[in-house]
């Protein structure tokens, strides 16, 4: 899902290689004798994995070529993000009876990931992909970040788009811990109590001159009073983060990958059986047999297809990129759709109305049954 225009060999040796480094080898193929049952068994078992491992990568590769493929559909596939309303997908594609599920006003995505992510410069490429402003074209939505020695966003960001619509919002947020308890702390209160822009994300773990900072800037900054509810989760990461994290020896560097599992893994994430979709940036700057081994490790360490679930999005400008963009929102807000929650049941009124005429009635009876009875005795 990149913005390379080619038709490439599926099977070149450069891919190969690549392929090679990516998939763990400790299953390799047994120099015994092969008419012994263990180590025919375990050829058995290594040619299996080695045609699994040329199968994933085949379909992630062939997802690029698909997306060239479509480019003459962008404006169709535009049109139709365009014109998507709250849980209307939903009941066009699977009949859904909205009636009984909480429709939101605007379907909410939270945006999550690592410092250094590009979370910001998401927002901004799908505004530019959705919409032709000229006046905004030259501006960007959300504050991006050049310095990575800071977190870039420490107040949350809501960005309808299109702007002004009744369509979905985009919450941009702070960049995650290297604290795991104080992510799920922070996504636990998102999750359950909804978001509002301009929130303020304090820390614990923060400076003391920056939590001074933040309290002199939020002073200045409001937040809304509404809250929203997430409806979906877009997991952000660096592409070229997580190839250094896969490649590398250092320790420090291999814990990319592993803050970026634990986060994701989180049930606080899900809905229902839907995880977050996953989106790589920074792919403009590795190549292609890079960006396909990337995806393939993702999809790995999370659990999830690459070739479905995991999209890359490059800084680029150009029709595949915006494709790309438009097919990974799609992903979003059908999956936002089909987990819409349900209203509450309210108590059936009926039958308290019922029980309480009868004990009414039974209350009459026994008042008049005892003055009959009464009655009857001071007669005789």
Not at 63 to 76: A, I, K, M
Not at 87 to 103: C, E, F
Not at 153 to 182: A, H, K, M, N, Q
Request: contains cysteine; proline residues 4%.
């Amino acid at each position: 899902m990149g913005g390379y225009t080619f038709s490439p060999p599926l099977h070149s040796t450069e891919e190969k290689s690549s392929l090679d480094q990516n998939f763990p080898q400790s299953l390799s193929i047994s120099s015994g004798d092969d008419d012994d049952d263990e180590g025919c068994s375990h050829h058995n078992v290594c040619d299996a994995i080695e045609k699994r491992r040329l199968k994933v990568y085949t379909e992630v590769l062939k997802s690029y070529e698909e997306l060239q493929c479509r480019l003459d559909r962008l404006d169709e596939a535009k049109n139709k993000m365009l014109s998507y309303k709250p849980s209307s997908w939903a009941k066009k594609a699977r009949g859904m009876d909205t009636s009984v599920y909480n429709v939101p006003n605007k379907t909410s995505l939270l945006l999550i990931g690592p410092k250094g992510s590009g979370k910001s410069s998401l927002v901004n490429k799908i505004s530019r992909a959705l919409e032709d402003n000229v006046f905004l074209s030259g501006n960007e939505m959300a504050q991006v970040s050049y310095n990575s020695t800071e977190d870039g966003t420490y107040f949350v960001g809501g960005y309808t788009i299109p702007s002004g619509s009744g369509s979905f919002c985009l919450y941009d947020t702070r960049s995650l811990s290297i604290d795991l308890s104080e992510n799920l702390k922070m996504l636990k209160r998102w999750m359950t109590k909804g978001v509002r822009h301009g929130e303020l994300i304090k820390r614990k773990s923060d400076r003391q001159d920056l939590k001074a900072q933040l309290r002199c800037n939020a002073r200045r900054n409001c937040p809304s009073s509404q809250f929203a509810a997430i409806n979906y989760v877009i997991f952000v990461v660096n592409g070229l983060s997580v190839l250094e994290s896969m490649d590398s020896v250092d320790g420090k560097k291999k814990n990319y990958s592993e803050m970026i599992a634990a986060n994701f893994k989180s049930p606080l994430l899900s809905f229902k059986d839907d995880r977050p979709v996953v989106v790589v940036t920074h792919g403009d700057l590795l190549s292609l047999s890079d960006r396909v081994r990337v995806r393939i490790y993702l999809g790995q360490l999370l659990g999830v297809p690459p070739a479905k679930q995991i999209f890359d999005i490059p800084e680029n400008n150009d029709p595949a990129t915006r494709l790309a963009i438009v097919d990974m929102l799609t992903y979003c807000l059908e999956r936002a759709d089909w987990n819409l929650p349900t209203k509450k049941r309210e108590p059936f009124v009926g039958s308290e109305a019922f029980y309480f005429v009868a004990c009414l009635v039974l209350a009459i009876y026994i008042v008049i049954g005892t003055s009959g009875s009464s009655t009857y005795n001071s007669y005789y």
